[in-house]
């Protein structure tokens, strides 16, 4: 466990007394991984019972050996990794190991998909997965939560969030989510994981806020927009296959320029035109992949992931500006 | 080892052959995007539109409600042009057969899209919509497009009201500046 830092020394820092409305209590483990912090919160029905806290901190054990796992492989920052083997050329990716070669191909898939804004090799030639291992990493423990029985639960990874459920479970600990609405109206409503986005000019501060839950909180914005596509959808078009519904928003993500400059390369010339970019999609490895694609590729990439993808986009630009989907701003009067 | 190496450069070059044939087919799209919009407003500023055109572009024409609704809608100022060539080009529809004739698959900007079109008495009568889907899931809702906005119409929280922090990834000592340290520190 790490110390944590005096909740004074930052501003606006929440006291306990200043915990969001609603009755279960959040419970929050952090451990080190990755060069970063990652931080577990669960909400448990009986939050401070003896049983929540042993759940916790398996629940936290069991996931930093998934991220253990996961950076004794890919990390170029250890000599005695796969990674580094490959970097060093003292291994050939042909004889990596599948899971290895797993990444590369979802890598070059990336890349393609992004025309190239996203890549997994630096301009020195090096073979470098992490921009796509980090994301897996938070993917793998939200698998490993779910099968320690865990549904109500924000993993943060140094800034990139994946949520499941709600901050506001039923007492009753119904785990199942039901039907109605998630209208986050105070009281015992289930209300969605709001995740604050840190305003890279002063990173003290949040530049806003964006809601993230099972149920399409977002969704009304987005279904309300193409109101020609849903004409177009008329015959064929099935809605909502597979897992994720359209709208949904488990997983958030933010990119930056500023910070771990080796991190993220602009595509073509001169400096990148975003200094942050956050993204929020169904899955994590999508948002971290695109949040870090449009950093490199500016505005046309942040286009084209608006086009292809069901994301919502905040992009932060030099000069302080910012660039929005329709799920970054306010409510609408409607 | 060896074969698996081969399988894995076939599988590059079938990726290389994909993306190729993609960009290909970004071409085709483009096109035939145009054609929708030119035959969507030849249709309403010209009567005779139905039986004008060629049988590719008139069998996008119609299907204004099917695929391409929202490109075609952006380019006014073609189809304002497209209108009169369809008056001038009437004369090439007697070579439609009757049938129903399935468009190619196109990959387009919101997804799969292939249309059929119905031909009778050598017009079109009918437009439909095969198959509006795709392959990846992203949804046939597209996002929103990205644009300017101040900040003070960003959607707020005090951070004393966030259950979590995201922020561009850096060491961990400064952990996003303490502010999810405090948000962690308030639920330990």
Known sequence: MLPMPDPQRAHGAPSASGAPAGDAPLRARTFLAMGTVVSLTVAFPDGHSDEATDRLDAASRVIEADFEALEARFSLFRNDSEASALARGVLRLAHASPLMRGYYAEAVDWRRRTHGAFTAERPDGVLDLSGLVKGRAIAEAGRSLAALGLHHWCLNAGGDVLVSGTPTPDPAGASSTDGGGQRATGGRAARPWLAGIVDPADRRTLLGAYPLGDEPSTAASAAASPAALADASGAGAGTGEGPATAGTRLALATSGSAERGDHIWAVGRGRPEFVQVSVAAADIVTADVLATAIVAGGRDMLDLATAQWDVDVLAVTRDGGLLATRGFRAPRAA | ?188
């Open chain 2, 1 to 188: 080892m060896r074969a698996r190496a081969a399988a894995a450069a076939a599988l590059a070059s079938a990726g290389i052959l994909a993306a190729g044939w993609q960009a290909g087919n970004q071409v085709i799209e483009a096109s035939s995007t145009t054609g929708v919009a030119k035959t969507g407003t030849g249709a309403t500023g010209n009567a005779g539109a139905g039986d004008s055109t060629g049988p590719a572009s008139g069998g996008a024409g119609s299907s204004t409600g099917t695929g391409g609704t929202g490109s075609s809608g952006g380019t006014g100022s073609s189809g304002g042009t497209a209108g009169s060539s369809g008056s001038q080009g009437s004369s090439s529809s007697a070579s439609l057969k009757n049938g129903t004739f399935n468009g190619p698959s196109e990959d387009t900007r919101f997804g799969t899209v292939q249309v059929a079109i119905v031909v009778a008495g050598g017009k079109i009568t009918d437009v439909k919509s095969l198959h509006l889907t795709d392959a990846e899931r992203r949804s046939q809702m597209i996002s929103a497009y990205a644009a300017p906005i101040l900040r003070s119409e960003v959607l707020k929280a005090q951070s004393v009201n966030v259950d979590t922090v995201s922020g561009a990834t850096i060491t961990s000592d400064a952990y996003l500046t303490s502010l999810q340290g405090a948000v962690d520190a308030a639920h330990a």
